[in-house]
């Protein structure tokens, strides 16, 4: 961070993008999540009933926001590390990077993280399902949310917070080779991506349900007993789980009382 005028002399306030590169993807979280909390009440679009979630789920709402801020604290450091090791934070030169990176390599960078990011969360997070010494004492943790919510999408032991989502998103941009300013836009679309994931509602026209087959109901099969071996792709695409067989179609019904099931549907044909 520093204070500049237009002519370099100080006195305006400009924040780098490294330092913009780790802060906003975690205000986009909150901001997000507090915005499925207060449509937590529409019934009609909920994946499980308000006394489901109250009831089945095994871990307190109050635990769940220090376990993501645990999270956030350790993401934010490896993100500080990162950015210092990798390079400087083009505040000089910013606006000619700008015009140099076309929206080419732009779009083929992004690709590219979301390729590395969604190969290395599934199988970290297959393996963590089928050690059974990981997936009791680190990756049970997370499922202890049994009807997710929006705010619960980074609930995790803090080591599989590392492993997956921090190391995942290290690995993500250095292999992209993207730019700070780049990664503030690619970290907040994944973070967003994984709270609607989690959020446990199915609104009309949410284009995430749209364009992704890795959505709320998707991964609400997971989070059931009867899903557990199933669809571990996340956060972006299924297809890990299609080439590997852990792709388990769903078909969601309506419930008499209001609201949706995402439920099994070994017949489904894949679109």
């Known amino acids: 961070m520093s204070i500049d005028n237009d002519d370099g002399r100080g006195g305006?306030?400009?924040?780098?993008?490294?330092?913009?590169?780790?802060?906003?993807?975690?205000?986009?979280?909150?901001?997000?999540?507090?915005?499925?909390?207060?449509?937590?009440?529409?019934?009609?679009?909920?994946?499980?009933?308000?006394?489901?979630?109250?009831?089945?789920?095994?871990?307190?709402?109050?635990?769940?926001?220090?376990?993501?801020?645990?999270?956030?604290?350790?993401?934010?450091?490896?993100?500080?590390?990162?950015?210092?090791?990798?390079?400087?934070?083009?505040?000089?030169?910013?606006?000619?990077?700008?015009?140099?990176?076309?929206?080419?390599?732009?779009?083929?960078?992004?690709?590219?993280?979301m390729m590395v990011l969604d190969t290395w969360q599934y199988f970290m997070h297959r393996y963590m399902h089928q050690n059974k010494f990981l997936y009791k004492h680190?990756?049970?943790?997370?499922?202890?949310?049994?009807?997710?919510?929006?705010?619960?999408?980074?609930?995790?032991?803090?080591?599989?917070g590392l492993i997956l989502d921090t190391i995942g998103g290290a690995l993500a941009f250095l292999f992209s080779g993207m730019s700070p300013r780049a990664s503030i836009f690619f970290f907040s679309f994944a973070t967003i991506k994984t709270v609607d994931d989690h959020c446990g509602l199915w609104l009309p026209g949410n284009l995430f349900h749209i364009v992704f087959k890795n959505n709320s109901a998707y991964h609400d099969i997971h989070h059931q007993l009867y899903g557990s071996k199933y669809n571990f792709s996340q956060p972006f695409f299924v297809t890990w789980d299609r080439i590997l067989g852990t792709?388990?179609?769903?078909?969601?019904?309506?419930?008499?009382?209001?609201?949706?099931?995402?439920?099994?549907?070994?017949?489904?044909?894949?679109?």
Not at 138 to 160: D, K, M, W
Request: proline share 4%; hydrophobic share 40%.
């Open 138 to 160: 680190i990756h049970s943790q997370h499922h202890r949310l049994i009807v997710p919510y929006a705010f619960g999408a980074l609930y995790n032991h803090p080591l599989e």
């Open 247 to 271: 792709y388990m179609p769903y078909a969601l019904v309506r419930r008499p009382e209001g609201g949706y099931e995402a439920q099994p549907d070994k017949d489904c044909k894949d679109d």
């Open 12 to 113: 305006g306030l400009h924040v780098s993008d490294e330092i913009l590169g780790t802060i906003v993807p975690i205000v986009v979280y909150w901001l997000y999540s507090g915005l499925y909390c207060l449509l937590g009440g529409m019934e009609k679009y909920r994946l499980h009933t308000k006394k489901d979630e109250d009831e089945k789920n095994l871990v307190s709402k109050k635990e769940v926001v220090k376990g993501v801020l645990l999270q956030q604290v350790v993401q934010g450091v490896v993100a500080t590390i990162l950015f210092a090791v990798t390079g400087n934070d083009g505040d000089s030169d910013g606006n000619q990077q700008a015009g140099l990176l076309s929206f080419l390599v732009l779009a083929r960078q992004l690709f590219v993280a």
